[in-house]
């Protein structure tokens, strides 16, 4: 004969009772964190608020609460749009923007990841270079003009350089903090296995900073946007940064507004691309 079976069923409310009482904790409901974590409803989520943003702007210019010549409505905003687009002008600014940006961006990134790096492992580097970098992160963007225009003239070249400028210290600041702060037992366990020099950064320390790198990254990315009209102040006549300082000086709010809303779609694209790199780049080194 087999012994009587003598599980005992314990209701859940109870369960948990016994969890709270043995001092257990559970989990949050996973089903719904990962519903949270899909990205067609976290890009849903986010459109809620400028959804809610756009009503309300539909409604105090409708109902005469501001002024047009202050506030034009959305469709101003976005017949505006449509008149520059059909002359080409639009494509042309968005097209010189993009280019400037994305040029700045790179040299920027890339000096400043090689500058982190000398900071960051070499102790003679972060003595020499780290109180004078520190000093030049305090300028701001709109003294360089002058300078830049003395030295580069009022060319392309101007304009990219001040935008590298404005990638460059993100990027500095972030990784080399976090190559200084990469675990020393790593290190050491790195050394252990004869690992030294490229085949230790390569192996231990890249893989431990490379979040910090893809969000110096993100950081120098959005500097660069904000930058890119201070860079188009040099005597430009192309570029969205172009277009908001022409539009001031005309009267035209309808295309003020239409390039901030440009400015700040094209920093959401951007971004989103480097989200996507920093998710390939996670899953390769971490």
């Known amino acids: 004969m087999t012994a009587p079976d ?40 986010g459109l809620v608020l400028p959804a809610i943003i756009l009503v309300a702007w539909q409604v105090v210019t409708t109902s005469g609460l501001i002024e047009p010549y202050r506030l034009p409505a959305p469709a101003s905003v976005f017949l505006a749009g449509v008149e520059l687009a059909e002359t080409g002008q639009l494509w042309t600014h968005i097209a010189i923007s993009v280019q400037r940006v994305l040029l700045g961006f790179a040299i920027g990134s890339v000096i400043g990841l090689a500058v982190a790096g000398l900071v ?7 003595v020499l270079l780290s109180p004078t970098l520190a000093a030049l992160r305090a300028v701001p963007s709109l003294a360089w003009v002058p300078l830049l225009i003395l030295w580069m003239q009022i060319g392309e070249e101007s304009k990219v350089t001040l935008i590298a400028i404005g990638a460059f210290f993100p990027v500095y600041t972030t990784v080399a903090s976090a190559l200084r702060h990469v ?10 296995f004869s690992l030294h020099g490229w085949s230790l950064f390569r192996t231990v320390q890249l893989p431990a900073v490379v979040p910090s790198v893809v969000s110096g990254l993100r950081l120098a990315l959005a500097q660069a946007w904000l930058f890119l009209v201070a860079a188009e102040l040099i005597a430009s006549s192309m570029g969205l940064g172009f277009l908001l300082t022409d539009s001031q000086s005309t009267g035209r ?9 440009l400015l700040a779609l094209l920093g959401t694209i951007t971004n989103g691309i480097l989200a996507l790199l920093e998710k390939y780049l996670l899953r390769r080194w971490t």
């Open 253 to 261: 709010v309808d295309r003020i507004l239409l390039s901030i809303v």
């Open 183 to 192: 675990d020393p037992h790593l290190v050491e366990a790195g050394r252990s």
């Open 120 to 126: 960051g492992l070499s102790r003679l580097g972060d």
């Open 6 to 45: 003598q599980r005992v069923i314990v209701p859940a409310d109870s369960r948990e009772a016994l969890d709270v009482a043995k001092g257990v904790r559970r989990r949050p409901d996973a089903g719904a964190r990962r519903s949270w974590d899909r990205s067609a409803v976290r890009i849903l989520a």
